[in-house]
């Protein structure tokens, strides 16, 4: 029988609440399903370990994870440490260890789900956004010089290789021509001269080798009004690693909310393990209360089975969720109900079950 | 009798179309006030300047523009001539060769715009975004590396001098406490820990003066959702050149479209002449049509009259454009109207003759 050895790093604030959810339902699918099984091993890395060991998560910690066929992150991040330092040596030390190029955002609108524009039926917003996740704006490269001076500065360098803008563009192509979709690129030729007019030059060339997708470019200031205005235009979207994460959280503002955003860290190659995990934050003020929304930790674990060859399930999950929005009997309070944190895997499954 | 010698830049597009509305604007307030009189120069600069001369402006440009008292600038860029040569060539040029360090961009919802939310009334939407003009993200350093290998490369550097973010961030801190409302910076420290966290570091630092100022902190991704969630929690938003481009597209969207965003680029200091501009694109689909919104560029009239001190004037016209929208008769069609550009300035003069 085939088994899936998941490795979980719940980490800081909901992180834990929320991700017992998304095990829950993996291990119920398990059970249903019959043709697999799935074991979970639990790190308990992220902040309380940095404050007693110095570090996020152990030196050896990314040869730790190699063997696993997947990694379950919950949320980084908790008062007392700071972001750069918890964000920096766990969440974004995998992505870029562990050469996940590819950040598999969807944004879509459920039936059911909230959202705050007007005008807007669910299936106006339906779009896959491909974040570049390894290098770009977040390459980590700079400087602080003349500390204390008068002449102190910061100096912050986007690394954009033709390697890493090829290979996300190219998998946004190919992704777009299977789904039959059009492909947007978004960037800031107009400003960043070096970094993004790279990146629209290689976004055209590789576009001659597919003159089935259809393409648009836009400007990063005019995609952020049009998320807005008209949400519809958008298909698949391929951006930068910055843009991608300020666009995918209006994205999530657009689509239901924080509670129903996931994302998918994919080594395409799967020579190392790829991590799938809610886009929220650890949301320190609400952590233990029960009141976290874990449906976002639960759709990563459809990306999740999803990359696992899994698509059946990857698919019911989500028609589940959407099930669960329009019922609106077990829901947590941010989108209305007065459900825990601990009901909703077991009403996913209870769903799947019928 | 007060006179004001405004150098005007039309640029290409719409940008003559919107412009002359805004002449006629603040000629007509000069010739009721009786106070003070104006005198606009046309520069014919762009991109058919540009494609005449190979430059976007004379070399020396800036220093025909320095005697005048402000430069009013419609839009730049047309098909043809690659974004970066024209913005770099002439409207960036300007905002960083007279140190126009300020971009002031004013995100208010007036009564009878449109809103794409749902839930949100006019007063809800009422904020000024102080965004950084002179560098960071848009410093203009970079490098192209082994052009056609396999190793080819491009780094895109973003400089933050403690010059450069503390002036911006005292001047943001001023108009709070001017104001009596709270400032929020919008940053990335999670991510990009050099320059990001730079500027929190001075955000806090300077804070210090402030005890008087409310003040908050926010992620720009988590920014972005909130300017569509809840953008009445924002009231002084202060932040970088990349992102308060970003943050003001999105700004518009929520506060009646591109049509009514408007833009002062400010050298406090007054030792160089401030620009004034609709901070939408020269948009060359609809450019000669006669459809393309003034409100903007009279807008931003209204910003050049505030900074030139007439401050009456400057509010008169804001509430002419109120009326205007909630009256609906001379509207253009962005906004569900059938009138004329054209017809837009003398419609807002009529209102202000009333
Ligand atoms: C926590 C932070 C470093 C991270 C990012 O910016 O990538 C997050 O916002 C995300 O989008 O996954
Ligand atoms: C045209 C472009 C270079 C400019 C910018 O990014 O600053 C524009 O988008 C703006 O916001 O004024």
Redesign the pocket.
């Known amino acids: 029988m085939k088994h899936f050895n998941i490795a979980v790093i719940a980490g800081d604030g909901i992180g834990p609440e929320v991700i017992a959810e998304g095990k829950k339902v993996f291990s119920g699918i398990a059970e249903m399903d019959g043709g697999f099984s799935v074991s979970f091993e639990d790190f308990p890395w992220g902040c309380e370990y940095y404050l007693k060991t110095g570090e996020m998560m152990p030196t050896d910690g990314l040869d730790i994870l190699k063997p696993f066929d997947a990694i379950y992150l919950g949320a980084v991040g908790y008062p007392g440490v700071p972001d750069h330092v918890s964000l920096g040596g766990l969440l974004l030390q995998i992505r870029r260890g562990f050469d996940e190029y590819i950040n598999l955002r969807p944004v879509r609108l459920l039936k059911g789900a909230p959202c705050p524009l007007a005008n807007v039926l669910p299936d106006d917003i339906n779009m896959i956004v491909v974040r570049e996740n390894s290098e770009g704006e977040y390459a980590n490269v700079g400087a602080h010089l003349y500390p204390g001076t008068e002449r102190e500065m910061a100096l912050q360098t986007g690394v954009f290789s033709r390697h890493g803008c090829e290979r996300v563009i190219r998998y946004a192509y190919e992704l777009a021509r299977l789904e039959k979709r059009s492909l947007t690129s978004i960037s ?1 030729g ?2 960043l001269r070096y970094s993004m007019v790279f990146w629209d030059e290689i976004f055209a060339e590789i576009g001659r080798e597919y003159p089935d997708v259809e393409t648009h470019s836009l ?1 990063v ?1 005019a995609a952020s009004m049009f998320f807005v205005k008209d949400p519809g235009r958008f298909e698949i979207v391929v951006t930068s690693n910055l843009f991608g994460d300020i666009l995918t959280d209006l994205g999530a503002a657009i689509a239901g909310g924080m509670g129903l955003a996931a994302g998918a860290n994919l080594n395409p190659e799967r020579k190392y393990p790829s991590m799938f995990e809610p886009i929220h934050g650890s949301a320190p003020d609400i952590a233990g209360q029960e009141t976290a929304n874990p449906l976002a930790s639960i759709w990563s674990i459809s990306q999740m089975l999803e990359f696992l060859h899994e698509q059946e399930w990857a698919e019911r999950i989500l028609s589940a969720i959407e099930t669960l929005l329009v019922e609106r009997r077990t829901l947590t309070p941010d989108l209305g109900g007065s459900a825990k944190t601990s009901e909703i895997g077991a009403a996913i499954l209870e769903i799947l079950e019928r």
Do not use: E, I, Q, V
Request: net charge neutral; proline share 0%.
């Open positions: 800031k107009n400003a400007l200031d």
